[in-house]
């Protein structure tokens, strides 16, 4: 089993950046992880996924060029850079954990966080 916390979430401006933490607990290393985002009223989405090695990455189209997941298995976290923010990116992310291939597929992943909101204000 793995437990993921996320953290690094906030009310910003339209422009500018923020940074998501993801820790887990358990064998990290052995999961691949993806973030995904829920806005108020509609279904969750995927936002990014990267490999066990981090050799595999991808985006949503909406968040490409924007945003930046990497991981650091010594620290058993995931992070999920986001810049030029935009209000449309307003949602509660969740980080989650995928013990099999990375998927950009939600019904792929195993473990979920509680997610932690990020409100961007024009």
């Known amino acids: 089993q793995v437990q993921l916390v996320e953290s690094g979430g906030g009310l910003v401006q339209a422009g500018t950046s923020l940074r998501l933490s993801c820790a887990a607990s358990?064998?990290?290393?052995?999961?691949?992880l993806g973030w995904f985002r829920q806005a108020p009223g509609k279904e969750r989405e995927f936002v990014a996924c990267?490999?066990?090695?981090?050799?595999?990455?991808t985006y949503a189209a909406s968040v490409r060029g924007r945003f930046t997941i990497s991981r650091d298995n010594a620290k058993n976290t995931v992070y999920l850079q986001m810049n030029s923010l935009k209000p449309e990116d307003t949602a509660v992310y969740y980080c989650?954990?995928?013990?099999?291939?990375?998927?950009?597929?939600?019904?792929?992943?195993?473990?979920w966080g509680q997610g932690t909101q990020v409100t961007v204000s024009s």
């Open positions: 989650a954990a995928d013990s099999s291939g990375p998927t950009t597929l939600l019904r792929g992943y195993d473990y």
């Open positions: 358990g064998r990290f290393s052995s999961y691949s």
């Open positions: 990267i490999s066990r090695s981090g050799g595999y990455i």
